[in-house]
């Protein structure tokens, strides 16, 4: 059994997490929001129909998605033979860098069809960062919280992706008050060239981070053979179940997340002429309530189960879809903020908890590898190309917000079966779980 004593504080390694999460997702929201307010005019030809230039802009952040997959499982690999903490120190660089370049970047004007060519290979390393990412920062929260707590402490990771938003937002925010001309022109590469200090900072933090007890285990298990020496191929082979129904359990909130942020700041703008700083603001603001409850409803799932909270999330999901949109053709700024505030409240019960179910379906020696699998096949399937479909899905009913809206609902109402599938399977690898040739006894992570 993975010893629960950790050699650290679980609230330290937590907000390590945190901070290192909140870095990366910081870089990737500043390229969705450039992408659905900037980068359509920046790297594509002017005399480009406007409903292709945002497919176009749209494209650009989807392609880092193809990625991610492949992230997942090469720093999956690295994280389960040879630990969580080299793999965040690793992604981190890798993130930074490449957003720090994208603020560099020449525009189409200057330097033609490069420009775009130039954007999608920094997004490329993006996506490819991300994908190792997620899974470490998870277990090294997970793996050192205290027993019947790790939906709590987890959710310090997943916190990063609401104080990555809200930083995000809030700097795009600042820099539209410099005036429509000052933004197209710099102001958009600010938040791009600002992030070098917060990987500082980040690295600061994640080299001085110990590495989770689960690894001791795996390390003592190199010596009797009991490790997986490829495991990917062992998770494909063993759990490629609990893969697939993780992969729709999450659905809703990482691509359900694009949809009602990206997509709904461009069909605001576009097509209902609404102001970016208005919606701006109420993003921040819907980020910020999001980082103020998800560990509350986390706290919740530890109390009554983690899966009945993602339930009880995904339904509220269903019920707002319609209206989050709605209200955006009344043009009523307290009614549109309300929908954003309510949207996501209930999509905070979704990703915070997910964290420690996900990593409850796959034992230690291959967890790394089975929730990044899980999350990153999603991310390319559901998030990538979110905003895209919706976009797409939204031109065939002549601009109308319905369709996006009920495929959301779709995937929620799907979400909710997969999730209680996924308990199902937890609850059989708690019973017996199968390292190698060795029988060892499970440690339950979740409520």
């Known amino acids: 059994m993975t010893d629960r004593s950790s050699r650290q504080s679980p609230f330290r390694t937590a907000l390590a997490a945190l901070s290192g999460t909140s870095i990366e997702w910081y870089d990737f929201y500043a390229f969705a929001t450039a992408a659905a307010i900037v980068f359509n005019d920046v790297f594509f030809p002017a005399d480009m129909p406007t409903a292709l230039k945002t497919i176009s ?47 560099l970047l020449p525009t189409y004007d200057q330097v033609g069809v490069l420009s ?9 390393i993006q996506g490819l960062a991300i994908g190792g990412e997620w899974g470490g920062a998870v277990l090294i929260a997970v793996e050192n919280a205290p027993e019947g707590r790790a939906t709590f402490f987890g959710s310090f990771a997943q916190l990063g992706s609401s104080v990555g938003a809200l930083l995000s937002t809030g700097m795009f925010s600042l820099m539209n008050l410099f005036g429509e001309s000052a933004f197209d022109s710099w102001g958009w590469r600010v938040p791009f060239l600002a992030s070098a200090v917060l990987v500082v900072i980040g690295l600061v933090v994640r080299t001085k981070l110990e590495d989770s007890p ?8 190199q010596e009797d053979g009991t490790v997986a020496e490829l495991p990917v191929a062992e998770v494909l082979r063993k759990d490629w179940r609990t893969v697939l129904v993780g992969v729709f359990s999450l659905a809703t909130a ?38 103020l409850v998800t ?3 986390s706290l919740l799932g530890d109390r009554i189960g983690a899966h009945k909270v993602v339930v009880g999330g995904l339904a509220g999901v269903v019920l707002l879809s319609v209206p989050q949109f709605m209200v955006l053709g009344t043009g009523d700024v ?37 929730i990044s699998l899980s999350y990153q096949v999603c991310n390319l399937v559901f998030a990538g190309f979110a905003p895209v479909t919706a976009v797409w899905l939204s031109s065939l009913a002549g601009g109308a917000y319905w369709p996006p809206a009920v ?41």
Request: glycine fraction near 10%.
């Open 334 to 370: 307290v009614l549109i903020y309300a929908l954003m505030l309510a949207m996501r409240f209930v999509m905070s019960a979704l990703y915070g908890p997910m964290a420690a179910i996900l990593a409850d379906g796959f034992p230690p020696h291959v967890r790394y590898t089975g």
């Open 295 to 297: 560990p509350l409803l």
């Open 57 to 103: 802009s749209f494209a650009t952040f989807a392609v880092g998605f193809l990625l991610r997959p492949l992230g997942g499982i090469v720093f999956g690999h690295i994280g389960d033979r040879v630990g969580r903490k080299k793999t965040l120190v690793i992604t981190l660089l890798m993130m930074g860098i490449a957003s720090f370049a994208i603020g």
């Open 214 to 221: 689960a690894m001791d285990e795996i390390h003592a298990g």
């Open 254 to 291: 990482t691509g359900g997340y694009y949809v009602v942020t990206s997509y709904l700041l461009s069909y605001g703008t576009e097509d209902r002429h609404l102001s970016e700083s208005m919606l701006l603001n109420g993003l921040s603001l819907a980020a910020f309530l999001e980082l």
């Open 116 to 124: 775009p060519i130039l954007l999608i290979l920094l997004r490329l």
């Open 407 to 447: 495929a959301l609902m779709l995937v929620s109402a799907l979400g909710i079966w997969c999730t209680l599938r996924l308990r199902t399977y937890s609850e059989r690898r708690a019973d017996s779980v199968t390292v190698g040739t060795t029988t060892k006894e499970p440690v339950t992570l979740s409520a």
